[in-house]
């Protein structure tokens, strides 16, 4: 990418009841987007609520983080669902988010997928198309973050979808631009100095080094930051720095 700006997201609102996860507040005051549970996957309404609240303080804009129900696997588990199942799923996931959201004083701007929902859809063109309609029908003028280089881009598109590229910080990834499965050792990464340089190759040079070693293109609009992983804040605080250093305004996508 040659932009001197770039969208920093993250997963938030994942806290449920006693069980805390996560470091929303402090996540808050470095990204620029905050994908926030629906409560699916993670995140019950006062959490939620009380993140939404925060993003609505720091000026951040948030999106619906709609996933298979699947509260047990954290919705990392393949649903082998209908359309009328996921469809409905969606739909009700982005209607209580935005109805919370109109409370804390925000609204939703866009709509990424979590986990098993997100990497299915990039391919299987016939549950995205429930995931499509379903934003749609609610609000035409939300927009879809997908895994760039997926065929999920194009297929939304084509329905006048807008459609943002997203790539990981902390994840690696294979030749062909598709994540290495957090099942294998490497999957996920953990030191700051390294995740920040990446990011910063992926804005200037428009890819990373993947897997097995060789140069591999990612084209990304907005990149994901974990706010879960051991040492969250310390990564994204490395990766803003690392950013302003080189004059890369941060800046959400959907401004």
Known sequence: MTSKHIDLNSDLGESYGAWKMGNDEQILGIVSSANIACGFHAGDPSNILSTLKHAAKHDVCVGAHVSYPDLVGFGRRNMDLSYEELYADVLYQISALQGLAQVAGTKISYVKPHGALYNTIATN??????????????????????????????????QRLSVISEAFADRAYHRDGTLVSRRLEGAVLHDAEIIAQRVLNMIQNGGIESMEGDFTVIQADTICLHGDTLGAVKMAAKIRDVLLENKIEIRAFSR
């Open 125 to 158: 063109l016939t549950q995205a198309q429930a995931v499509i309609d379903a934003i749609q029908h609610f609000d035409k003028t939300l927009v879809l973050v997908a895994l760039a280089g997926s065929p999920l881009i194009k297929f939304a598109r084509e």
